[in-house]
C-alpha cells in the first residue's frame, strides 16, 4: 500500500497523496475535509481557472515579474487543462470554503506538477521548479482568482450554449409560422375561449418570448465581463505589479473571445455578486418564458380526443405502463421541471450573494454551481424540446375550425352591430340553449339572419 503513495508537504505539513495524482497537500486536505455531497467542482470553472492562470503567467512574464520559460510551461500545462487531458485531477467538491481557495490551490499544485513534468519532457531548463503558490499563484489570490472564473465560466456558459439553443428553437418558430399561415384558431385568455388568433400569431409570441429573454442575457453579458483579478486578498491589489490588472484581462479576452475587462472597483468585485444575480435573473425570466411555451404546446396537443387536439407534437416513447397506446407530452414536461430548478437555483443564488461580509462573499461555490446547472440545464432542455417536439409540430386544422366556429366569443364581433349588452345576451341564450350565435342572435331579433351573414366574419377577426 505504501508505494501507492507519495508524501507532499505544505505549511501545515506532509499529506499522503497518491503517486499518480499530480495535486498536492493543499488538495488532498480539502478532499478528505470535505466528504459533503459529491457534487465537484463543475467542469466550466475547471477550464475557467485554466484560462486565468495561463493569462496570468503571460500578464506577468511581459510585466518582467516570470521569466518566459516558466511562463511558457504554466501555459502548457493549463492548456492541456483546457484540452481535457488531465480529467480525473480536479476531485474537489462545491461544499469547500466559500472563498473556494482549496479549488484555486488544486488548479495551482496541477498546474506546477504537471508544468514541471513538461519542462523536463522537453528539456527546458527553469530557474527554479514551478511552485503552486509562488510561480502558478504569482500576482493572485483564491479572493479574486474565484470570482474571475466564476465571471469567466458564466459569460463562455451564455455565450457558447444557451445564447445559440435559443436561436435555434426560435429559428424553428418561424419555420412554423410560415408553414402555418392563413390558419386561423380560437384564442384563449383565463383558461377561456377568447376571440380569434391565426396560429402563426400565436407561434410568433411563442419566439418573441425567446427573443426578448436572448436580449436581457446579452445585456446582462457587461457585467460578467468585468473580472476581479488582481484585487488579490482583500481588493487592494497587494503583491501585484502595475498594470497586472489590466494586461492579465486583455490576455483572458484574447484567449476566449469575450471583450473581458477589469473591474474599476476591485473592492465590490471580491464582496459584490450582483453581476451574476443580474445575469441569472436573465436566465430565470428565459426559464420562465419556457415554462409558459411548453405549457401552451401540452394544452394545445392535449388529447388526443377528449382535450384541446389543435396541435399533435411527436410520439417519443410509450406514456404509460398500464395504459396500451397513451403518449404523453414528455419534452414539455422536462422543460418545466427544468424550469422549476432553475427558479429554486435563482433564489439560492439571491440569497448567496447577499452574504458578503466586509471586503469578501464566501458564498462563491455554490453560487457558481448552481448558475452553471441552470444555463446548462436550459440550454440542453431548450435544445431537446426543440429537436424532439417543436420541429415537429402539426396543426389540426380541422379541429381548430370546429374549436373556432364552436367559441361563443367570436360574438365580440356583433358589438359594433348590435352593442356590447345584447351581444352578451345572444352569447349567454346561445350558451343556454345549445344554438349557434346566429340562431340566438336572429330569434333575439337583433339581426336577420342575412345581415348576420354580411357581418359576421371569424376569419377576418385576427
Known amino acids: 500500500m505504501a508505494d501507492q503513495y507519495r508524501v507532499e508537504h505544505d505549511s501545515m505539513g506532509e499529506m499522503r497523496v497518491p503517486v499518480d495524482a499530480l495535486w498536492g497537500a493543499q488538495t488532498q486536505r480539502s478532499h478528505e475535509n470535505f466528504p459533503i455531497g459529491g457534487q465537484t467542482m463543475p467542469a466550466e470553472i475547471i477550464a475557467a481557472f485554466a484560462q486565468l492562470k495561463k493569462a496570468a503567467a503571460r500578464a506577468n512574464a511581459e510585466l518582467g515579474r516570470m521569466d518566459g520559460a516558466s511562463a511558457d510551461m504554466i501555459a502548457a500545462a493549463a492548456d492541456e487543462a483546457l484540452a481535457g487531458k488531465l480529467d480525473g485531477n480536479f476531485p474537489l467538491v462545491v461544499w469547500q470554503t466559500g472563498s473556494g481557495t482549496q479549488s484555486n490551490m488544486n ?60 436561436e435555434k428553437l426560435a429559428a424553428t418558430f418561424e419555420r412554423l409560422e410560415e408553414e402555418n399561415a392563413g390558419i386561423v384558431k380560437s384564442g384563449r385568455t383565463h383558461l377561456q375561449d377568447a376571440v380569434p388568433i391565426s396560429f402563426s400569431q400565436e407561434i410568433f409570441g411563442w419566439r418573441g418570448l425567446l427573443e426578448a429573454s436572448a436580449e436581457e442575457i446579452r445585456a446582462s453579458l457587461p457585467g460578467l465581463y468585468r473580472l476581479a483579478l488582481g484585487g488579490t486578498a482583500v481588493g487592494t491589489g497587494l503583491n501585484t505589479p502595475a498594470g497586472f490588472d489590466t494586461a492579465v484581462a486583455a490576455q483572458i479576452a484574447s484567449q476566449t473571445g469575450l471583450p473581458f475587462v477589469t473591474d474599476p472597483n476591485k473592492f465590490r468585485a471580491l464582496s459584490g455578486k450582483d453581476a451574476v444575480v443580474f445575469a441569472h435573473g436573465a436566465v430565470k425570466a428565459l426559464a420562465a418564458n419556457m415554462m409558459k411555451i411548453a405549457n401552451d404546446v401540452r394544452w394545445l396537443a392535449s388529447g388526443p380526443r377528449l382535450g384541446l387536439g389543435e396541435i399533435t407534437i411527436p410520439a417519443n416513447e410509450p406514456g404509460s405502463s398500464i395504459m396500451p397506446g397513451k403518449v404523453n407530452p414528455t419534452q414539455c414536461e422536462a422543460v418545466t421541471m427544468v424550469a422549476v430548478q432553475v427558479m429554486g437555483n435563482d433564489a439560492t443564488i439571491g440569497f448567496a450573494a447577499s452574504q458578503g461580509n466586509f471586503e469578501l462573499n464566501v458564498f462563491m461555490p455554490v453560487i457558481a454551481y448552481n448558475f452553471l ?53 345572444v352569447a349567454k341564450k346561445a350558451y343556454a340553449v345549445g344554438t349557434s350565435l346566429k340562431e340566438a342572435c336572429v330569434e333575439l331579433g337583433f339581426l336577420t339572419a342575412e345581415r348576420f351573414d354580411e357581418v359576421f366574419h371569424p376569419e377576418q377577426m385576427v
Open 107 to 166: 488548479m495551482n499544485e496541477v498546474l506546477a506538477n504537471r508544468g514541471n513534468q513538461i519542462a523536463a519532457e522537453r528539456g527546458v531548463e527553469l530557474p527554479r521548479p514551478l511552485h503552486p503558490n509562488d510561480s502558478v499563484n504569482m500576482s493572485q489570490s483564491s479572493n479574486d482568482t474565484f470570482p474571475t472564473a466564476m465571471h469567466i465560466a458564466a459569460a463562455t456558459a451564455l455565450s457558447d450554449r444557451l445564447l445559440p439553443a435559443i
Open 373 to 425: 446547472q441552470s444555463v446548462g440545464l436550459l440550454a440542453d432542455a431548450i435544445v431537446s424540446f426543440d429537436e424532439r417536439c417543436a420541429s415537429g409540430i402539426t396543426a389540426n386544422r380541422e379541429k381548430m375550425h370546429d374549436n373556432l366556429h364552436g367559441s361563443l366569443m367570436l360574438v365580440t364581433a356583433l358589438n359594433p352591430y348590435i352593442g356590447y349588452e345584447n351581444a352578451a345576451k
